[in-house]
């Protein structure tokens, strides 16, 4: 390594450890305490929490119908929709 390259390197490492010296610290259990002030203020807003959708209409990521079961005959028609050869009671999974 050159000498010009090598202080390039070195300022580099300085200007990132003076960066991580400025950033203001916080204690982990102060962290943690936070955190679960936080979950527990935001807990009924919570769909993972509640079991229902947000109010503020958000689209369900959920790609198959609460109401149903994934072993329903639905599946298995539509199995063998895309696929001619498939029995009528197989399953792919």
Same mark, same amino acid.
């Given at each position: 390594?050159?000498?010009?390259? +090598? ?15 400025? *950033? ?17 203020? +935001?807990? !009924? !807003? ?6 229902? /959708?947000?109010?503020?209409?958000? *689209?369900?990521?959920? /790609? ?24 009528? +009671?197989?399953?792919?999974?």
């Amino acid at each position: 390594m050159s000498g010009s390259s +090598n202080l390039v390197v070195m300022k580099k490492m300085v200007q990132q450890l003076r960066f991580e010296a400025s *950033i203001n610290r916080v204690k982990v259990s102060q962290a943690a305490a936070d955190l679960q002030q936080f979950c527990l203020q +935001n807990a !009924q !807003q919570d769909p993972l929490l509640t079991g229902r /959708p947000p109010a503020h209409g958000f *689209i369900s990521l959920v /790609p198959y119908d609460m109401g149903r079961s994934l072993g329903e005959d639905t599946d298995r028609t539509r199995a063998s929709e895309l696929h001619p050869t498939a029995a009528p +009671n197989s399953h792919f999974f």
